[in-house]
């Protein structure tokens, strides 16, 4: 994103406060227009994020190439179909739930954690193939039901999380990509389990079979937990597994989980891990 422009023509005085501040210290270009006409003299129009009140938005702000923002007292009613993001006011928004709402709809992935090894990212499309590949393996096939799903509806069900998911929440599911080849090592999701205040969401993680056994399970739990501690402030953390699933058991215990219980004493029963 090169420049926001804001069009500061019957925008609260608050509000341009708010405004002023989420993009305080950020590096991009940000212009001030005192008129709806002021717009359209600006140069870098070609690539950014506009800002505008809904007393002068036009239908011609949504032909420009701009994210359009725009402030509305009354939650949109009457404004048309097309518009990015339709806000009551900025006081609680934050410069990166911008970003990341530019980057979504030019479906730009944005990163979730990297580590020194790895990068854990949204996925775009060109990664579903590889995803459903490596989800097919047979040591992956066996504890993970996505993998067992006809390859449409696996695919479908991904597509779904990046035109859906992603744009409106914190959580999905992520790749997981070397650092350096780029190369796709697994997928990790954070699923949301419980709404409310004490809120749980359930993590879960596969790695390609001929990159076990090299410490990227621990690296990815890890940095899904500082993630959802510092993005979400998670209250709970719960991971299901098989209980023939030695490795994912010793692994999620590595990381701080406790059993919480299982569901039966047969061969398949699940175990659930907690974290707090």
């Given at each position: 994103m090169k420049c926001v422009v804001v069009c500061l023509e019957t925008l609260p005085e608050k509000e341009i406060y708010f405004i002023r501040n989420i993009f305080k210290g950020f590096e991009i270009t940000y212009i001030e227009c005192q008129t709806f006409d002021d717009i359209f003299k600006i140069n870098e129009l070609k690539d950014g994020m506009l800002i505008i009140s809904s007393k002068k938005f036009t239908v011609k702000v949504i032909n420009t190439a701009l994210v359009t923002v725009v402030y509305d007292e009354n939650e949109g009613k009457g404004l048309p179909y097309g518009?990015?993001?339709i806000v009551g006011s900025f006081e609680e928004m934050e410069t990166d739930f911008l970003i990341r709402l530019y980057r979504h709809k030019l479906g730009i992935p944005c990163t979730i954690a990297v580590t020194n090894r790895i990068v854990i990212r949204e996925l775009c499309i060109g990664d579903i193939d590889e995803v459903i590949k490596i989800s097919r393996q047979k040591h992956i096939l066996e504890f993970v039901?996505?993998?067992?799903?006809?390859e449409n509806e696996q695919r479908e069900k991904l597509l779904a999380y990046i035109e859906n998911i992603y744009r409106f929440y914190d959580y999905g599911i992520w790749g997981i990509f070397d650092k350096i080849n780029n190369t796709l090592l697994g997928a990790v999701s954070l699923d949301l389990l419980a709404h409310g205040e004490d809120a749980e969401y359930e993590i879960g993680f596969f790695i390609?079979?001929?990159?076990?056994?090299?410490?990227y399970g621990m690296e990815v739990i890890n940095a899904v937990i500082s993630y959802a501690k510092k993005r979400i402030g998670i209250v709970g953390l719960t991971a299901v597994t098989k209980r023939e699933n030695i490795g994912a058991i010793k692994l999620l215990t590595?990381?701080?989980?406790?059993?919480?219980e299982q569901d039966g004493t047969a061969k398949g029963c699940n175990y659930t891990f907690e974290l707090y």
């Open positions: 518009i990015d993001l039901a996505d993998g067992r799903m006809p390609r079979e001929e990159m076990q056994g090299q410490g590595k990381c701080g989980f406790k059993r919480r």
